[in-house]
């Protein structure tokens, strides 16, 4: 599975594959039409307590991903269900933050990326 990580504001593209919302928020001024989410992942994106702590701030992005990544593992069923929703093909990651580089999207890739699914769930 590839998995790459996306401005939802970017332009959609065909070699996008599904596209999945990582965030609690609708992104401001998009509509669901033009944003063409496949799956909208609010329930695995980080607590509402910690994406205010973090704030998109370099100096806690370790701190950030460390946090999120145990918050994820405590929630193993939002996890499966974003699995479930991702599928086999390539999956495109999308989140409405600015910041590209420090976000909750890039976490969660490369979460997903450390914890491949075991061979009987694929």
Request: overall charge positive; hydrophobic content about 40%.
């Amino acid at each position: 599975m590839r998995i790459h990580v996306k401005r939802v504001y970017s332009k959609p593209s065909r070699s996008d594959g599904r596209r999945i919302l990582i965030d609690r928020l609708w992104p401001r001024g998009l509509s669901k039409a033009s944003a063409k989410v496949d799956f909208w992942a609010r329930s695995a994106a980080p607590s509402a307590a910690l994406r205010k702590w973090f704030g998109h701030d370099p100096a806690k992005w370790d701190e950030f991903q460390r946090r999120y990544h145990a918050e994820l593992d405590a929630h193993p069923t939002a996890v499966a269900e974003l699995r479930g929703a991702m599928g086999s093909g390539t999956v495109t990651i999308v989140f409405g933050a600015r910041e590209e580089r420090f976000n909750n999207a890039v976490a969660l890739a490369a979460y997903l990326r450390k914890r491949p699914l075991p061979a009987d769930e694929r």
